[in-house]
C-alpha cells in the first residue's frame, strides 16, 4: 500500500531480503503478494522487482510458481519483463521448464531478447542439447555470454538480415575510427566482457552498488512508464488553453528546467525579449534566478491570464522558493481563497512541496519520478508537462525512443552497433589519450540541445579527480584549428537531416549525429543519457551522485552561519570588500540566507 512506486518496488526487494525460517505462513503470504505485484502492478520495475524477489524467496523448484511465470508470460507485453519472467521460469520450474523455453527460443514472432534469454536459461540449466536447431550445443554453450551473438545466429537462423533495421531514426553518420585510438577499440571489448549493457537494464553488477543507495536509475525505463501520464498533461495544457491563458511562468532551477530550453527551440517557440513565444500564442517566461532584472516581467503579467509551474524534486532549492513566495504574494493579494488555482507544482511524491502544494490548493500537482535525477529527466514529468503545453506529439515523441532508439541500446544489439556504447567508449578512450574536452555544434534548432548536455556530462562525469569537460560557446575556426588548439577535443556535430553540415577539420575526431525530425529529440536525450552512464563505468566513478554541487551547499550553508554568527571578517573565502569599500558575498551564501538575516550580517560587517 506505499504511496510511490520506488517504495513499492523497496517493499518488493525487502520481501526478497527476509529470512523466513520456518515461518511457512509469513512466507506463502510474502509470495501471495510478490504475485499480485509481479502481475497485476502497472510499473514495469516493481513488476521486475516482484519476480526477482520470487525466485530469491524460492528455496526450492516449484511448479506452483513456475505454473504462475507461464501464466504471466502469456498477458505481459513488456520485452524486459518477458525477459525476466524468462530467466525466474528457468530457476523455479528446472529442467521441467526447457520445453517451453525452447518453444520461446523457436517462436520468430517472439521479442529477440525474449528469446536470447531463452536459450540462455537453457544453456543455464545444462540442456542446451534440446534446442531444436541443427547447431551442435557446445557453439550455443561456448557464446552463453555474449547475448549479441546469440541473437545474430537467431537472425541468420531466420534466414533475416544480420542485424535489424530502422526507418527514420536517429542516425550516427561518422566515427573517430576505432583503429586510429587504440583505447577506444580496447574500452568496448571491455564493455563487451563484462556484458555492461545488460546489467545496466538489469541495474545489477556495477550498478548494483548504485541502486541499493536507491540512486538514479529510474530514467532507464521512462519511455515506457511515462506513457500512462500522458493524458493527464494533455488535458491540463487543453484546459489552459481554454481559459485563454496568455503566459507560463517557469519557476525551477538546474536539471529540472535545463531540457525545457530545448524543447522550446526545437519545437518551434520564438524568443520574445525574454520570454519565449509558443506557436499557440502562449508565452514562456523562465524564472530559474532571483536577479531583480528577472522581476522585470512583472509589468506584462496579467495574473489573471497567468499559470506558475513550480518545478522542484523536493521544493528545497531557495531561488525557486523565494520567486514562489514572491508570486504568491502577489496573486493572494489578487485572488484571496482562489490563489492556488494560478499554480502547478512538480514534484516527488511525500516531499515538502507535494504537501505545501496541497494545503494550498493548486490547481494541479504532477510529480515526478524520485528515482530519477535533475539531469537525467529529459523524457520526465518536468519535460514532458511542459511539452504538452508546447504542442508536441508527446505519445509519438516516446514511441520513437521505444521503437527506434532502445533496440539499439539493448545487449542483443553488438556493441559497434550500439552508439551509446560507441559514444561511452570513443569519450573516455580519448580522454585517456589527452583528448579529455567536447565540443559540440548543432543547427540553429538545436542549440539548446547544447546546455542540456554539458550539464548532463559535467556533472555526471567531472568527479573523483576524473572529468571529460565540455565546452561552451566555442564554435569552431579554421585558423584556430590549424593552430592545434583542438588537439585535446572530440568534436560532436548534431543537425537536423535538411541542415546544413559544418565543415571540419579531416583530421579531427567527429561524432556526426542527424535527427530525421524534431521529434526525434527524445532518441538524442535517451541515447546521451545512456552513453554518459557508461562513460562513467568506463571511468570508474558514479555518475548519478553530485559531490561538487553538496559541497557547495555546505560551503554556502558555513559561510552564513559564520555570518550570523559575526565571525567572518571582510577578505574571508565567501565575502570580501571592494577597491570602492562595497562587500561583496558570493551568490551561493546570498541565496541561501533570508533577506532580513543577511540585512542584519552586513550591517555587522560594515560597522
Not at 532507464?220 to 500512462?228: G, I, N, T, Y
Not at 514511441?399 to 570513443?426: D, H, K
Not at 537531416?497 to 532518441?523: M, N, W, Y
Amino acid at each position: 500500500h506505499a504511496p510511490h512506486d520506488v517504495l513499492v518496488r523497496a517493499s518488493a526487494r525487502a520481501l526478497g531480503q527476509l529470512k523466513y525460517g520456518a515461518d511457512a505462513s509469513a512466507l506463502t503470504e510474502a509470495i501471495s503478494a510478490l504475485k499480485r505485484l509481479a502481475s497485476d502492478h502497472p510499473a514495469i520495475s516493481v513488476r521486475l522487482e516482484a519476480i526477482r524477489s520470487l525466485v530469491a524467496i524460492s528455496s526450492m523448484q516449484s511448479a506452483e510458481l513456475g505454473a504462475f511465470v507461464r501464466k504471466a508470460l502469456r498477458s505481459e507485453r513488456d520485452w524486459q519483463v518477458r525477459e525476466t519472467l524468462v530467466r525466474a521460469l528457468g530457476r523455479l520450474w528446472g529442467t521441467s521448464a526447457a520445453t517451453a523455453l525452447n518453444e520461446i527460443a523457436e517462436d520468430v514472432s517472439e521479442d529477440l531478447g525474449v528469446r536470447v534469454a531463452a536459450i540462455q536459461t537453457v544453456i543455464e540449466l545444462g540442456v542446451a542439447s534440446e534446442l531444436a536447431w541443427s547447431v551442435a550445443d557446445t557453439v550455443w554453450t561456448q557464446h552463453a555470454d555474449d547475448p549479441a551473438w546469440i541473437a545474430a545466429k537467431l537472425r541468420q537462423l531466420d534466414g533475416g538480415e544480420p542485424t535489424a533495421a530502422g526507418q527514420g531514426r536517429l542516425l550516427v553518420t561518422s566515427w573517430p575510427g576505432a583503429t586510429d585510438y587504440a583505447p577506444v577499440e580496447a574500452l568496448l571489448q571491455h564493455l563487451r566482457r563484462s556484458d555492461s549493457v545488460n546489467h545496466l537494464w538489469q541495474r545489477d553488477g556495477y550498478w548494483e552498488k548504485f541502486e541499493q543507495q536507491s540512486e538514479r536509475l529510474g530514467w532507464l525505463r521512462l519511455p515506457d512508464e511515462m506513457v500512462l501520464m500522458l493524458p493527464a498533461f494533455q488535458h491540463f495544457a487543453e484546459e489552459v488553453a481554454r481559459e485563454g491563458v496568455r503566459d507560463i511562468v517557469v519557476m525551477g532551477m538546474g536539471g529540472a528546467t535545463q531540457g525545457i530550453y530545448t524543447y522550446l527551440q526545437a519545437f518551434g517557440a520564438r524568443p520574445e525579449g525574454a520570454a519565449f513565444m509558443l506557436p499557440n500564442g502562449m508565452r514562456v517566461h523562465m524564472l530559474d534566478t532571483t536577479s531583480p532584472r528577472a522581476h522585470a516581467i512583472d509589468a506584462s503579467l496579467d495574473l489573471a491570464r497567468t499559470v506558475f509551474l513550480f518545478s522542484s524534486k523536493a521544493g528545497g532549492v531557495p531561488e525557486g522558493n523565494a520567486n514562489f513566495n514572491y508570486y504568491w504574494a502577489k496573486a493572494k493579494v489578487q485572488f484571496g481563497d482562489e490563489a492556488g488555482r494560478r499554480f502547478v507544482a512538480i514534484t516527488d511524491p511525500g516531499f515538502p512541496l507535494d504537501g505545501q502544494a496541497k494545503k494550498l490548493g493548486f490547481r494541479a500537482i504532477f510529480h515526478s519520478q524520485v528515482d530519477v535525477g535533475g539531469r537525467f529527466s529529459a523524457l520526465s514529468t518536468e519535460m514532458l508537462v511542459f511539452a504538452a503545453l508546447l504542442g508536441v506529439d508527446t505519445p509519438r515523441l516516446l514511441a520513437n525512443v521505444r521503437e527506434r532508439m532502445t533496440p539499439r541500446l539493448r545487449s542483443v544489439t553488438p556493441m559497434e552497433e550500439n552508439p551509446a556504447v560507441r559514444i561511452a567508449a570513443i569519450l573516455d578512450g580519448l580522454r585517456r589519450q589527452g583528448r579529455d574536452k567536447v565540443t559540440f555544434l548543432t543547427s540553429e534548432p538545436l542549440a539548446a540541445f547544447v546546455p542540456w548536455v554539458e550539464q548532463l556530462l559535467s556533472e555526471s562525469l567531472g568527479k573523483d579527480g576524473k572529468g571529460i569537460l565540455p565546452t561552451s560557446g566555442e564554435g569552431y575556426d579554421p585558423a584556430l584549428a590549424a593552430s592545434g588548439l583542438y588537439r585535446d577535443r572530440v568534436f560532436v556535430r548534431i543537425r537536423r537531416e535538411h541542415d546544413p553540415l559544418i565543415d571540419l577539420d579531416p583530421a579531427l575526431p567527429v561524432i556526426d549525429l542527424v535527427l530525421p525530425s524534431e521529434l526525434s529529440l527524445g532518441e538524442l536525450f535517451y541515447l546521451w543519457e545512456h552513453a554518459t552512464a557508461l562513460a562513467g563505468e568506463l571511468m570508474g566513478i558514479n555518475p548519478f551522485n553530485e559531490p561538487g554541487v553538496i559541497g557547495s551547499k555546505q560551503r554556502a550553508d558555513e559561510a552564513i552561519a559564520q555570518l550570523l554568527q559575526g565571525t567572518v571578517q571582510p577578505g574571508g573565502a565567501h565575502v570580501a570588500k571592494t577597491a570602492d569599500g562595497m562587500i561583496a558575498l558570493d551568490y551561493g551564501a546570498i541565496m541561501r540566507i533570508d533577506g532580513p538575516e543577511l540585512a542584519r550580517s552586513l550591517e555587522h560587517l560594515m560597522a
